[in-house]
């Protein structure tokens, strides 16, 4: 298993943000992490990604266990925040340089892989302007070539779609589902439903900190259902 989470729970004094959780995520699949918005997905991925503590249970990431291998463990995964921090007044070439020195990736390969992202991401033409220029798109382009720049097996995403237009939306989704083809793993938060139905191999329906369904899409529908019934069914009252 890419994940596996046990019995993980966070707590702020008396609020039960996330109830004890168990959740497995397998190499190479798209897992959707759906809910409402207060539902515990970013406090979810948080401490999946190594940011916040849970208060109790057990966390592997590639088999490596988190709380006690925080390091090795943050190495096999790409981690991108619901809101990113860029350095507006570095280049997109020198941001990529500057991320892959801090992964003590090797000069003479870190420029090969620096000008793959920039590439893939359709940002070669822009390689050498400032951040601060960039539209909101451009940006979560550059996050996402910063994030796979190590060549980690595992990327975890917080609402990556916030603000795209279609074609940066449509560039980011064949990203994951290429990721996940070359046996890799993307989970992935959102409350975007055609996102998550389009690119997601299985969901989880989060509701008031618990994994309220879990499975494929077509194991999720009953006959005459869609993914947005099933959602608030779910979610109703909410």
Not at 2 to 29: S, T
Not at 104 to 124: A, H, K
Request: hydrophobic share 40%.
């Amino acid at each position: 298993m890419m994940i596996r989470a046990a019995k993980i729970e966070k707590r702020y004094g008396n609020f039960q943000a996330v109830h004890p959780m168990d959740l497995e995520v397998r190499a190479g699949e798209v897992f959707g992490f759906l809910g409402l918005n207060g539902a515990g997905k970013t406090t979810t991925l948080r401490m999946l990604g190594g940011v916040l503590p849970p208060t109790s249970g057990e966390i592997w990431i590639n088999n490596i266990p988190l709380l006690t291998n925080p390091v090795e463990a943050r190495r096999c995964m790409g981690f991108i925040p619901d809101r990113p921090y860029l350095y507006d007044k570095l280049t997109a070439r020198e941001f990529l340089r500057f991320l892959g020195e801090l992964y003590q990736i090797r000069i003479d390969e870190l420029e090969r892989r620096v000008n793959e992202g920039l590439d893939e991401q359709g940002l070669s033409d822009v390689a050498d302007a400032l951040i601060e220029s960039f539209s909101h798109g451009m940006k979560q382009r550059l996050t996402l070539a910063g994030a796979l720049l190590h060549r980690p097996p595992l990327l975890i995403v917080d609402e990556p779609m916030v603000g795209l237009d279609p074609r940066g939306a449509r560039q980011i989704k064949e990203t994951f589902r290429r990721f996940a083809s070359e046996g890799r793993t993307v989970f992935l938060s959102t409350h975007t439903l055609e996102v998550a139905a389009e690119v997601c191999d299985r969901l989880a329906v989060v509701h008031k900190g618990r994994i309220a369904r879990i499975g494929a899409l077509d194991e999720l529908l009953e006959p005459g259902d869609t993914l947005e019934s099933v959602f608030l069914k779910v979610t109703e009252g909410a």
